[in-house]
C-alpha cells in the first residue's frame, strides 16, 4: 500500500485544528449568547443550553476542582506522550504493506486526535480564563453540564477502548510498537 504520511500528518493536524475550532467557537458563541441567561431547551425536558462558567475548574464533571495547575502539567505531559505515539505510528504505516494494518492504525490515530482536540480545547480554557466553558446538558438524566472537547474526549476514549479490546490484536500492538526488549531477546536466541 502506498501510504504518504506527509498528506496524512496534513490531514490529521487539519482535522486537530478543525476540531480545536469549533469547540472554542461554540465556546465563544456560549459566552456571548447564553451567559446571563436561563437555560434554553433544545429538547424539553431532555436536553438543553446551559451556560456554567467557572463550575468545571477540574477534570471532567469537577472531579479535582480547583486544581489548574496540575491539569496544565497533566495535559502538557500527555499531549506529549500521544506526539510520541502518533509518530511510531506514522512510521509503521510508512514502512509496513500490511493494508489491514494500517486501516487499524488510522482507527488508532483518529481516536488519539479526538482525545488530543479535547485536551487542547479545554487546555486552552484553563489558560486563558482558569476555568472551563461548559453549556450542553442533558435535563433528562440531570447529566453534568458539559463542552464540545468533553465530547471529543469521551468519543475518543470510548473509541480508544474499543480498539483495544475488540479491533487490534497482539500481533498488531507488537507490529505498530515494537518492543526493543522482545526484538534483542530474538536475536540473542537465533
Known amino acids: 500500500m502506498n501510504f504518504n504520511a506527509k498528506r496524512y500528518i496534513i490531514f490529521l ?4 485544528v478543525i476540531l480545536v475550532g469549533l469547540d472554542q467557537l461554540s465556546k465563544y458563541w456560549a459566552a456571548t449568547y447564553l451567559q446571563g441567561r436561563d437555560a434554553i431547551p433544545v429538547i424539553s425536558g431532555v ?4 451556560y456554567l462558567e467557572g463550575g468545571n475548574t477540574g477534570a471532567a464533571w469537577g472531579l479535582f476542582s480547583g486544581k489548574v495547575n496540575l491539569f496544565i502539567i497533566v495535559t502538557i505531559v500527555i499531549l506529549s506522550i500521544f506526539a510520541v505515539i502518533f509518530y511510531k505510528i506514522i512510521t509503521y504505516c510508512k514502512t509496513t504493506d500490511d493494508k489491514n494494518g494500517i486501516k487499524k492504525a488510522k482507527k ?6 479526538l482525545i488530543s482536540a479535547g485536551a487542547i480545547g479545554n ?3 484553563r489558560i486563558h480564563l482558569n476555568y472551563v466553558i461548559d453549556f450542553l446538558y442533558f435535563k433528562l438524566i440531570d447529566f453534568p453540564i458539559f463542552n464540545l472537547s468533553d465530547s471529543y474526549v469521551t468519543i475518543g476514549a470510548v473509541l ?3 480498539l483495544i479490546l475488540f479491533v487490534l490484536k497482539e500481533n498488531d500492538i507488537d507490529a505498530i510498537f515494537p518492543s526493543p526488549k522482545k526484538d534483542k531477546g530474538k536475536k540473542y536466541y537465533e
Open 108 to 113: 488508532l490515530l483518529f481516536a488519539l486526535i
Open 47 to 50: 436536553f438543553e443550553l446551559h
Open 123 to 125: 487546555f486552552i480554557d
Open 13 to 16: 493536524i487539519s482535522l486537530l
Open 160 to 162: 480508544l477502548i474499543i
